[in-house]
């Protein structure tokens, strides 16, 4: 998720009350100082986490309290420069379960043969393998952020250069013409000479 503006506050919660806050992972992709306040509050109204003007963090919170937790984005400081802010946030307990329990109930023979036990195999594969797919969806969303900030970052240095270059160019032009003049201007003779 992405949020982008100057001089704004801006707190999210979890909308599904069923999940439990694990992690968040935030980075500031583009904007001047590439920096930005944040906090956590718990739903006591506490302050778990708090950081000024830090472009990145992760930070694992255990959810002790019943309850939103608010992740808060603070760019106030700035007035006139707006922030593009990248924050994942893991929870425990999402839906993320493809078949679920009752699915597999179903399966199972009722006499406990060779069946359920590899069907349970099957389950536990299937489950493992579905945990490193998600990871590796995260991990892959983490990187694409790390690529849109050094892009943004790119992108801004190359317009300073280009600006900068074209001005020593245009310095460079300037002193050229001013040589020429002046060595003719030296070179340049009105007296005239009979010969």
Sequence with gaps: ???RTASLRFCCKPE???VSFKQQ???VIAGAGMDVDFT????ANIQLISESRRSDGVHVVDATEEGDYQICFDNTFSR???KMVFFEIILEGQGGDVGGDEEWAGLEEPDGSLLEYKLEDIRESMDSLHRRLE???QMQTVLRAFEARDRNLLEDN???VSFWSCASVLVMLCVALTQVYTVRKLFDD???VCT
């Design 40 to 43: 956590i509050i718990s739903p």
């Design 158 to 160: 190359l317009w300073r």
């Design 80 to 82: 006139f420069s707006e």
């Design 1 to 3: 998720m992405e949020a």
């Design 135 to 137: 990871r590796s969806r």
């Design 25 to 27: 992972q935030r980075m």
């Design 190 to 192: 009105k007296r005239r």
């Design 16 to 18: 599904d009350p069923s």
